[in-house]
Structure formats: C-alpha cells, structure tokens
T-cell receptor, first 115, second 113 residues
Framework: NAGVIQTPRHKVTGKGQEATLWCEPI?????VFWYRQTIVQGLEFLTYFRNQAPIDDSGMPKERFSAQMPNQSHSTLKIQSTQPQDSAVYLC??????WGGGEQYFGPGTRLTVL | GDSVTQTEGQVALSEEDFLTIHCNYSASGYPTLFWYVQYPGEGPQLLFRASRDKEKGSSRGFEATYDKGTTSFHLRKASVQESDSAVYYCALSEYNAGAKLTFGGGTRLTVRP
C-alpha cells in the first residue's frame, strides 16, 4: 500500500498561469477529498468525490478552481490564472467510507507557489 | 456551520511533562470527532476518533474523551517525548453534512529533551 500519491510535490507558477495538481487515491477507496492548507486559514475543505461523482464542492472558490475525477485511480485539481493568494499546500485524501466518520488518509501534499 | 476551536496555538514542554490540548466544537448534529497529527512535509495522519458521548479514543499514549455536554474533546498525554513534537489538529465530521472534515486551527507541540 503506497498510500495517497500526490504529484508534483512542489510547483512554482507565475501569476496568471495555470496549475494542475494530481492525486492518486488508495486503491479501493470510494471517497476522494481535496483540502487547502495555509498559515492564515489553516486546513480548509475544498471538494470531494464519491465513486468518482462530485458530491460537495462547497469549499471551492467559484472562479478559477475546478476538480475532476475521470477514473477511480486519479483526481485532478486545476487552478486557472493563478494568483499569489493561491499559494498554499494542497492536500488530497481518500477514505474507504464515503459518509461522515470515516478515517481519511492524506497524501503529502503539493506545495504551490505563485510568484 | 460547524466549527472547531483549539485554544492553544503553540505548546512548549519538556520530556515527561503532561500534555493537554483543548478542543471545543460546535455542530448542528452528532459529529464524529478526530485527532490528527501532522509532521513536517507530511499530510495529517489519524491519531484516533470517537463517535459517541463518553467514548474514549486513544493511541500511542494519547487519549481524549468525547463530552457532548461540554462539546469538548481535549487531547491528553501523561508523559510526552521529543518525538511527539508535531502539529495536532482536532476535527469533526457529520453524517448529514457529508464526509468532509472540519479542522481546528492546529496546535504546534514542541518537546524539549
């Protein structure tokens, strides 16, 4: 079990460029989550998928951010026209339980720096 | 909406000291409560969880008891070690609000040898 895999570990973009972050959940897990971690805001929920279907995107900024899960083995978080305030560590997690109360297994995160 | 409050932002202790990190929550339903620990360069990892009033969760010498009356889930350890230095997060999830975790602000624990 390799755990949740996130690539790249670090990404630097210029203001206005696009960033795509990848997540490979633990095999067999039905739920995939994205969180953002900053010093100021802490750990914030962005969005989650259950069996590849988007269930809750209440934490996603309405503009420029989108997430997809085209198959059970990976999910992507895309940020268009990146801004300095998007700089953060983006964490992906997966869970075998797709309802409240289940343990979520986190990847190491992708540190995004927008210059 | 749901929220989690951790009183201590930073805690500095010496080895063998007693640790308490306070966690209080606000939720509309009956949440499951968690303690996660995060080491540098890694994602948070579960310490333990509790789902019912008066249930005690424990792992690696850490423990916390779900108290619905005071809406609290305080983390305690009788004797900390240098290797316990990390950031600790209290979190909750509610069945009727989906599976997402709502985290507290985190507490950075530093243990001096």
């Amino acid at each position: 079990n390799a755990g949740v895999i996130q690539t790249p570990r670090h990404k630097v973009t210029g203001k206005g460029q696009e960033a795509t972050l990848w997540c490979e959940p633990i095999s067999g897990h039905s739920a995939v989550f994205w969180y953002r971690q900053t010093i100021v805001q802490g750990l914030e929920f962005l969005t989650y998928f259950r069996n590849q279907a988007p269930i809750d995107d209440s934490g996603m900024p309405k503009e420029r951010f989108s997430a997809q899960m085209p198959n059970q083995s990976h999910s992507t978080l895309k940020i268009q026209s990146t801004q300095p305030q998007d700089s953060a560590v983006y964490l992906c997690a997966s869970s075998a339980r797709d309802w409240g109360g289940g343990e979520q297994y986190f990847g190491p995160g992708t540190r995004l720096t927008v210059l | 909406g749901d929220s989690v409050t951790q009183t201590e932002g930073q805690v500095a202790l010496s080895e063998e000291d007693f640790l308490t990190i306070h966690c209080n929550y606000s939720a509309s339903g009956y949440p499951t409560l968690f303690w996660y620990v995060q080491y540098p360069g890694e994602g948070p990892q579960l310490l333990f969880r509790a789902s019912r009033d008066k249930e005690k969760g424990s792992s690696r010498g850490f423990e916390a008891t779900y108290d619905k009356g005071t809406t609290s889930f305080h983390l305690r350890k009788a004797s900390v070690q240098e290797s316990d230095s990390a950031v600790y997060y209290c979190a909750l999830s509610e069945y009727n609000a989906g599976a997402k975790l709502t985290f507290g602000g985190g507490t950075r624990l530093t243990v001096r040898p």
